[in-house]
C-alpha cells in the first residue's frame, strides 16, 4: 500500500525532471558518435542526480512516517513484522502507559531522521559546490 501511495509521487518528480534535460548536450552527444548507454550514463545520470537523491530521501522520510497506514492496516502485526519507531513509540506510550520509553523511542526516531537530514544536505551542498 505505501508503495501504491509513493511510487506515483515519485514518477512525477522523475518524469519531470527527464523533460527539463537540454536537448543541445544529447545532440552534442549524438554528433561525437556516443551509443545509447554511453549518453544514459554520461549525461542523463549526472544531470538526474539531485532528483534521485531527492526522490531516495523523500522516500526514506516517508517510510518513517507510515505510522497510519501500518497502525491501520497491521497494527505492527503479525508477530511485530511490520513495527516502525512511530507503532513502538505509540505501543509504549498509550498501550502499556510508558510514556516515558515512548518519548524515548519518538527521540530516537527523531535522531534517526535527523542524521539522515544531515548526510543529505552535506550531499546535496557538496554538489553544488563542485557544480
Known amino acids: ?13 522523475l518524469a519531470t525532471a ?11 552527444a549524438e554528433i561525437d558518435g556516443a551509443s545509447r548507454f554511453q549518453k544514459f550514463i554520461k549525461i ?3 544531470l538526474m542526480k539531485p532528483t534521485i537523491v531527492t526522490v531516495i530521501t523523500l522516500g526514506f522520510i516517508y517510510t518513517f512516517k507510515t505510522f497510519e497506514l501500518i497502525y491501520v492496516m497491521t497494527g505492527g502485526g503479525p508477530g511485530n513484522a ?8 505509540y505501543k509504549f506510550a ?3 502507559f ?12 527523531m535522531l534517526v531522521l535527523f542524521a539522515f537530514g544531515i548526510v543529505y544536505l552535506r550531499f546535496v551542498s557538496n554538489d553544488e559546490v563542485i557544480s
Open 1 to 13: 500500500t505505501n508503495t501504491w501511495k509513493c511510487v506515483p509521487f515519485n514518477m512525477l518528480l
Open 18 to 28: 527527464l523533460t527539463t534535460l537540454p536537448a543541445d548536450v544529447y545532440e552534442a
Open 44 to 46: 542523463t545520470m549526472p
Open 82 to 89: 511490520t513495527e516502525i519507531l512511530a507503532t513502538i513509540s
Open 94 to 96: 498509550f498501550n502499556n
Open 98 to 109: 510508558d510514556f516515558g520509553t515512548g518519548a524515548a523511542t519518538a527521540n530516537i526516531l
